[in-house]
Protein backbone atom coordinates (compact mmCIF):
# COMPACT_ATOMS: atom_id res chain seq x y z
CA UNK A 1 0.00 0.00 0.00
CA UNK A 2 3.10 2.75 0.44
CA UNK A 3 3.83 2.20 -3.25
CA UNK A 4 0.52 3.33 -3.87
CA UNK A 5 1.22 7.03 -2.07
CA UNK A 6 4.37 6.70 -4.43
CA UNK A 7 2.73 6.20 -7.48
CA UNK A 8 0.27 9.05 -6.35
CA UNK A 9 3.32 11.74 -5.56
CA UNK A 10 5.08 10.30 -8.30
CA UNK A 11 2.01 11.34 -10.75
CA UNK A 12 0.98 14.57 -9.15
CA UNK A 13 4.65 16.05 -8.25
CA UNK A 14 6.87 14.57 -10.20
CA UNK A 15 6.55 16.47 -13.61
CA UNK A 16 5.70 19.75 -12.21
CA UNK A 17 8.50 20.07 -10.09
CA UNK A 18 11.03 18.47 -12.45
CA UNK A 19 9.89 21.18 -15.68
CA UNK A 20 9.37 24.38 -13.57
CA UNK A 21 13.24 23.65 -12.59
CA UNK A 22 14.49 22.72 -16.19
CA UNK A 23 11.69 24.72 -18.22
CA UNK A 24 11.46 28.32 -18.94
CA UNK A 25 8.29 27.71 -20.77
CA UNK A 26 6.77 26.05 -17.53
CA UNK A 27 3.26 28.02 -16.40
CA UNK A 28 1.40 27.84 -13.76
CA UNK A 29 -1.75 26.65 -15.03
CA UNK A 30 0.15 24.11 -16.69
CA UNK A 31 1.47 22.77 -13.02
CA UNK A 32 -2.09 22.51 -11.72
CA UNK A 33 -3.41 20.95 -14.34
CA UNK A 34 -0.55 18.32 -14.17
CA UNK A 35 -1.19 18.05 -10.48
CA UNK A 36 -5.13 17.67 -10.61
CA UNK A 37 -4.90 15.12 -13.69
CA UNK A 38 -1.73 13.11 -11.96
CA UNK A 39 -3.70 12.97 -9.00
CA UNK A 40 -6.60 12.06 -10.07
CA UNK A 41 -6.10 9.62 -12.74
CA UNK A 42 -3.84 8.25 -10.26
CA UNK A 43 -6.63 7.94 -7.74
CA UNK A 44 -8.88 6.44 -10.42
CA UNK A 45 -6.76 3.62 -11.80
CA UNK A 46 -5.46 2.98 -7.94
CA UNK A 47 -9.50 2.16 -7.15
CA UNK A 48 -10.02 0.30 -10.01
CA UNK A 49 -7.04 -1.91 -9.77
CA UNK A 50 -6.98 -5.24 -8.15
CA UNK A 51 -4.78 -3.86 -5.44
CA UNK A 52 -8.04 -2.16 -4.07
CA UNK A 53 -10.71 -4.59 -5.61
CA UNK A 54 -9.12 -7.85 -4.28
CA UNK A 55 -6.65 -7.20 -1.63
CA UNK A 56 -8.95 -4.48 0.40
CA UNK A 57 -12.72 -4.94 -1.06
CA UNK A 58 -12.61 -9.03 -1.22
CA UNK A 59 -13.23 -9.46 -4.62
CA UNK A 60 -11.82 -12.64 -6.52
CA UNK A 61 -9.62 -11.73 -9.68
CA UNK A 62 -12.26 -14.02 -11.86
CA UNK A 63 -14.88 -12.21 -10.33
CA UNK A 64 -13.38 -8.82 -12.18
CA UNK A 65 -11.19 -9.79 -14.57
CA UNK A 66 -13.58 -9.69 -17.43
CA UNK A 67 -15.37 -6.27 -16.09
CA UNK A 68 -14.58 -3.55 -18.73
CA UNK A 69 -13.36 -1.09 -15.95
CA UNK A 70 -11.26 -3.69 -14.69
CA UNK A 71 -7.02 -1.89 -14.71
CA UNK A 72 -4.58 -5.37 -14.46
CA UNK A 73 -2.02 -2.52 -12.95
CA UNK A 74 -1.06 -2.78 -9.41
CA UNK A 75 0.73 0.52 -9.61
CA UNK A 76 -0.69 3.10 -11.88
CA UNK A 77 2.09 5.42 -11.83
CA UNK A 78 3.50 3.79 -15.46
CA UNK A 79 0.66 5.47 -16.61
CA UNK A 80 -0.54 8.21 -14.77
CA UNK A 81 3.25 10.18 -14.92
CA UNK A 82 3.76 10.07 -18.74
CA UNK A 83 0.15 11.38 -18.60
CA UNK A 84 0.78 14.35 -16.45
CA UNK A 85 4.23 15.49 -18.06
CA UNK A 86 1.44 15.49 -21.67
CA UNK A 87 -0.96 17.33 -19.91
CA UNK A 88 1.81 19.53 -18.44
CA UNK A 89 3.72 20.38 -21.76
CA UNK A 90 0.42 20.80 -23.48
CA UNK A 91 -1.07 23.28 -21.33
CA UNK A 92 2.12 25.22 -21.53
CA UNK A 93 2.48 25.49 -24.77
CA UNK A 94 -1.49 26.89 -24.96
CA UNK A 95 -1.27 29.17 -22.57
CA UNK A 96 1.32 32.30 -21.95
CA UNK A 97 1.84 34.35 -18.69
CA UNK A 98 3.58 37.76 -18.86
CA UNK A 99 6.53 37.38 -16.54
CA UNK A 100 7.65 33.93 -17.14
CA UNK A 101 10.94 34.55 -18.19
CA UNK A 102 11.72 36.93 -15.06
CA UNK A 103 10.47 34.38 -12.29
CA UNK A 104 12.56 31.18 -13.75
CA UNK A 105 15.49 33.92 -13.44
CA UNK A 106 14.60 34.63 -10.27
CA UNK A 107 13.83 30.82 -9.06
CA UNK A 108 17.03 29.86 -11.16
CA UNK A 109 19.06 32.39 -8.96
CA UNK A 110 17.61 31.10 -5.39
CA UNK A 111 18.04 27.61 -6.29
CA UNK A 112 21.68 28.18 -7.12
CA UNK A 113 22.71 30.78 -4.43
CA UNK A 114 19.89 30.50 -1.73
CA UNK A 115 17.40 33.16 -1.06
CA UNK A 116 19.91 36.00 -0.35
CA UNK A 117 19.61 39.18 -1.90
CA UNK A 118 22.45 40.09 -4.17
CA UNK A 119 25.62 42.06 -2.03
CA UNK A 120 28.41 43.87 -3.03
CA UNK A 121 31.66 43.12 -1.01
CA UNK A 122 33.43 46.56 0.47
CA UNK A 123 36.95 46.74 2.04
CA UNK A 124 36.45 47.66 5.95
CA UNK A 125 37.26 51.02 6.91
CA UNK A 126 40.85 49.71 8.67
CA UNK A 127 42.53 49.28 5.46
CA UNK A 128 43.15 45.75 6.39
CA UNK A 129 40.99 44.31 3.59
CA UNK A 130 38.19 42.40 5.45
CA UNK A 131 34.88 42.26 3.53
CA UNK A 132 31.34 42.65 4.58
CA UNK A 133 28.20 42.15 2.86
CA UNK A 134 26.39 45.63 1.72
CA UNK A 135 22.91 45.89 0.23
CA UNK A 136 23.01 46.11 -3.40
CA UNK A 137 21.53 49.66 -4.33
Known amino acids: MAG ?3 S ?10 VLS ?16 IGTVSSLVLICLSPTVQVDVLGKTL ?21 LSFVVAIVVSLVTRERNADQTFD ?7 F ?7 VEADRTGLGAAYPVQAT
Open 62 to 82: VQIADAWWFVPLRNPAIVCMP
Open 106 to 112: EMRHRVM
Open 8 to 17: IACAANFPAL
Open 21 to 36: IVWRRFTTPAAVASIL
Open 114 to 120: GSQPATN
Open 4 to 6: LAF
